[in-house]
């Protein structure tokens, strides 16, 4: 059974970037029909989808946050990363990392890690 | 974007309610709806994916259904364990969309 965990610097200051990184066990990030994804939870808020990086390394970002977003692979340490530019009190938030699995028939999100919040001040 | 409206955004029930939580989407996503439980400090679980497919290991009390733009979660018997918020969510295109969440207290 895959499991994901996230890590991260917990406080980060207005305009610097927020850096976290999530690393996968029972199973690879470089094979299967799986979308390796961020999504976040702002206090008293709904889920947020930030973005996904396919196996393949190609990505899909969510239009409000593209301009400041990157996410990436790392193969070799079976890990994936985010980062998110210039940020401010509106991004704190608790930061989920996910996979979703996509088939001919569905796409869902079928593993989390428990969160890790990150507070911007 | 497609935007998701669940109601009601909490609600209070006692254990051994019937309860149903609705979703509405702003276009038709056909039967592309997955719903989630979620506590704090526990990693999401994913109960219902493709409106009304039971995902594995997940009590038979949880049921979804609907298609087009109305879907709904029902849990026949509230357990205990149950309280939590559920969150819809659409995953006919990207960026993909939740729903605000339902609190299920006590």
């Known amino acids: 059974q895959v499991q994901l965990q996230e890590s991260g610097p917990g406080l980060v200051k207005p305009s610097q970037t927020l850096s976290l990184s999530c690393t996968v066990t029972?199973?690879?990030?470089?094979?299967?029909?799986?979308?390796w994804t961020w999504i976040r939870q702002p206090a008293g808020k709904g889920l947020e989808w930030i973005g996904r990086?396919?196996?393949?390394?190609?990505?899909n970002y969510n239009p409000s946050l593209k301009s400041r977003l990157t996410i990436s692979l790392d193969t070799s340490n079976n890990h994936f990363s985010l980062k998110l530019s210039s940020v401010t009190a509106a991004d704190t938030a608790v930061y989920y990392c996910?996979?979703?699995?996509?088939?001919?028939?569905?796409?869902?999100?079928?593993?989390w890690g428990r969160g890790t919040l990150v507070t911007v001040s | 974007d497609i935007q998701m409206t669940q109601s009601p955004s909490s609600l209070s029930a006692s254990v051994g309610d019937r309860v149903t939580i609705t979703c509405r989407a702003s276009?038709?996503?056909?039967?592309?709806l997955n719903w989630y439980q979620h506590k704090p400090g526990t990693a999401p679980v994913l109960l219902i994916y493709t409106a009304s497919t039971l995902e594995s290991g997940v009590p038979s009390r949880f049921s979804g259904g609907g298609s087009g733009t109305d879907f709904s979660l029902t849990i026949s018997s509230l357990q205990p364990a149950d309280f939590a918020t559920y969150s819809c969510q659409q995953s006919y295109s990207t960026p993909r969309t939740f729903g605000q969440g339902t609190k299920v207290e006590i």
């Open positions: 029972g199973g690879s990030i470089s094979s299967g029909s799986y979308f």
């Open positions: 990086i396919y196996t393949s390394g190609s990505t």
């Open positions: 996910a996979r979703e699995h996509g088939s001919a028939s569905y796409y869902k999100v079928d593993s």
């Open positions: 276009q038709s996503i056909g039967n592309n």
